[in-house]
């Protein structure tokens, strides 16, 4: 014969399994602040002076900086409802750890042993985000920070496609009301003419595709995969996806089952109308004429972006006086411009005339500044 308890003994053990779990998570974020006053203190001994901390325990966030007191605040503004943000939209649960974000001086950045050619990275090994990018690149990073402890959390995995089409989804957009918006960038353009073109691959061969040979065909792939996201994004459908592709991970490793089922259509049809909507968008404004927006810097490639080693004369950048030689552009317009090839992208998905920001690591630290882009005609 089974027992039934009676409805008020069932209230009482509910009563009593959520104090428990009350307890045991405020155990937990106590157990987490202490951790994070420790983090605190050894980054401050490891870098010495120069450098501040402050420490999130709402959001489990600790934060290492070289920066002036107005770029920190800025840092700190940003991430915060970035990470609120994506709590509603795809990432519930928050960090089951402390994250520490390093902004450092160049030096202490270039001793950390970058990956080749990058202005920022996070390391899962360590739960460690490292940036002398305080805009796109630190966006991006922090997005693969928030997926490690999601991927963490379901005894996941998922593949460079999901991973990096949704850092790279999110590392142009911005927060309104408590929700990203994410935007067009200069990759448009060049994805466009791909399609255009018919040289992108299939959606089936870039769900397939592992960590080394999307890194080997990094140009084509990043873009492609983003824009992957952003249509679903743009359908509301995002959330959807990503929740299909975790529960029925066992059988779909690589996405296309949830790409399919999210779509309501097998993948070819999916992929046509993907490469119509493509066609369809407008990239970020760039006249079809001349005049087109312009700097005027002489440049060199550096790992952490491009460093100014002159001024065309008679530009707008040697006319405003703002760039300085030896300056290091590492964004535009919140666009990262690793190469020369980059900057000029960013550049002219600007107008003319339009005031816009710069980020540079001048005298070993980053910045922001403000520029006035000037006309050129070719």
């Not at 990043?222 to 959330?239: D, E, F, N, S, T």
């Not at 080693?309 to 290091?328: H, M, W």
Request: overall charge positive; glycine content about 6%; charged content about 25%.
């Amino acid at each position: 014969m089974e027992f039934e308890p009676r409805p008020g003994i069932l209230a009482l053990l509910a009563a009593a399994s959520l104090a428990l779990a009350t307890a045991a998570a405020a155990a937990r974020g106590a157990d987490l602040a202490a951790e994070a006053k420790a983090l605190a203190e050894l980054n401050l001994r490891k870098f010495g002076e120069g450098y501040t901390t402050r420490i999130d325990n709402r959001r489990h966030l600790v934060y290492v900086s070289a920066l002036d007191p107005g770029a920190f605040d800025r840092v700190v503004g940003m991430l915060g409802p970035y990470a609120d943000a994506q709590r509603s939209l795809l990432f519930p649960a928050p960090f089951q750890w402390n994250v520490t974000v390093v902004l450092p001086t160049l030096s202490d950045y270039r001793e950390s042993h970058p990956p080749a050619e990058a202005s920022g990275y996070y390391r899962p090994a360590t739960r460690t985000l490292t940036s002398m990018s305080l805009s796109d690149v630190l966006v991006h990073e922090f997005t693969h920070a928030l997926h490690h402890s999601d991927q963490v959390r379901a005894n996941q995995r998922h593949p460079v496609w999901i991973s990096e089409g949704l850092a790279t989804l999110f590392q142009r957009s911005r927060v309104r009301e408590g929700k990203i918006e994410s935007l067009l960038d200069a990759g448009l353009a060049v994805l466009r003419e791909s399609v255009r073109q018919k040289r992108v691959r299939s959606l089936a061969a870039l769900c397939a595709m592992d960590q080394e040979a999307f890194s080997l065909d990094a140009e084509a792939c990043y873009p492609h995969a983003r824009y992957v996201m952003l249509y679903l994004h743009r359908q509301g459908k995002l959330r959807e996806f990503y929740e299909t592709y975790k529960s029925h991970y066992a059988s779909d490793l690589t996405g296309v089952k949830a790409l399919e089922a999210t779509l309501g259509k097998p993948l070819d049809e999916i992929e046509s109308d993907w490469r119509r909507w493509v066609l369809e968008l407008k990239p970020p404004w760039r006249p079809a004429r001349p005049p087109t927006s312009h700097l005027g810097i002489l440049m060199r490639r550096v790992p952490e972006g491009v460093r100014v080693e002159g001024f065309l004369r008679g530009s707008a950048a040697e006319r405003a006086g703002v760039l300085k030689v030896d300056d290091i552009v590492i964004s535009v317009a919140g666009h990262a411009t690793p190469t020369a090839q980059k900057l000029a992208e960013a550049v002219g998905s600007c107008k003319p005339g339009e005031v816009v920001e710069i980020e540079i690591i001048r005298d070993g630290r980053t910045t922001v500044v403000k520029h006035v882009l000037g006309a050129v005609r070719q």
